[in-house]
């Protein structure tokens, strides 16, 4: 494998702070320059997110929480129990924090297969409705990209 395929994320990152203040040993170290880590191109990061302190709250799993398509505004005007409307009002933050983790992956796993210059011919991250494409599809084309450029390495 190339080393120029080799990246790091850089996860629970703190958008306050810049990504070598946050990991220093790893900025200050030889690695750092001979993985192309002094190029932001190619600095790769996942925010923290609350998402899975709320998870073993709610107990269900990220996938069920984040593909959970109920209408939760619809659910919690229709009861008037206030523990039942506490609950989906948890559930809704829970959907809507998935939500938006799921496309911060997208995003970050787009930008390092485009440093990593591989092309996945016909697959895009999201359907046309803008909903995430079908992960189990995603990453068996993840891995076979990958085991055509190793093969041509090899090769």
Do not use: W
């Not at 850089?10 to 790893?26: A, E, G, H, R, T």
């Not at 880590?37 to 073993?56: A, E, K, P, R, Y």
Request: charged share 30%.
């Amino acid at each position: 494998m190339n080393k120029d395929q080799i990246k790091i994320v850089f996860n629970f990152y703190d958008p306050d702070l810049k990504v070598d203040q946050l990991y220093p040993s790893i900025f200050e170290s030889s690695v750092c320059k001979s993985l192309g880590l002094d190029q932001m191109c190619n600095v790769f990061t996942i925010t923290g997110n609350s998402v899975f302190d709320m998870v073993g709250e709610i107990g269900k799993s990220f996938s069920k929480i984040a593909n959970d398509d109920r209408d939760f505004k619809m659910l919690i005007r229709s009861t008037r129990d206030k523990n039942k409307r506490s609950v989906l009002s948890h559930q809704r933050i829970a959907n809507r924090l998935a939500t938006g983790f799921n496309r911060e992956l997208d995003l970050t796993f787009s930008k390092i297969i485009t440093a990593c210059g591989i092309v996945l011919e016909g697959k895009c991250l999201r359907d046309d409705d803008s909903k995430p494409v079908n992960k189990t599809k995603l990453s068996q084309a993840l891995q076979n990209a990958a085991l055509e450029n190793i093969n041509e390495d090899i090769h």
